[in-house]
C-alpha cells in the first residue's frame, strides 16, 4: 500500500532533524521510505510512504509521535487509477 503521510513538526524542524541525524528514519520491517518534501516555513513534511499493512506504519510514526503529528491519505499512482476507470468501464 503507499501513502501520503503529512507530518506537522510539533517542535520545529531542528529536532526532527536532528533525530533524523542521529538515527535515520527508524522504518520497521514492512515499511518502505519513496520521497518527500518540506513546506518552505519548515513546519510541515509530505513523505510518500510504501508499506505492507497499517501496523507497521502505526510502528513507524510512534517513534516518531513525540516530535510530530501525522496524517494519512492512502494513495494510488496514476497508472493505477487510470487502470481502475479503464476496467470500471467494461
Known amino acids: 500500500m ?9 517542535c520545529g524542524a531542528a529536532a ?14 514492512g515499511v518502505r521510505y519513496e520521497a518527500s518534501y518540506v513546506t518552505a516555513d519548515l513546519t510541515r513534511c509530505f513523505q510518500v510512504m510504501d508499506y505492507d499493512d497499517r501496523p507497521a506504519l502505526e ?14 491519505l492512502p494513495v494510488l ?3 493505477a487509477a487510470r ?8
Open 2 to 10: 503507499r501513502a501520503l503521510v503529512i507530518e506537522t513538526f510539533k
Open 77 to 79: 499512482s496514476t497508472n
Open 16 to 29: 526532527v532533524y536532528d533525530r533524523l541525524e542521529k538515527n535515520g528514519r527508524m522504518l520497521p520491517p
Open 59 to 72: 510502528e513507524w510514526m510512534a517513534r516518531w509521535s513525540d516530535l510530530v503529528d501525522f496524517e494519512v
Open 83 to 90: 487502470d481502475h476507470f479503464r476496467q470500471a468501464s467494461r
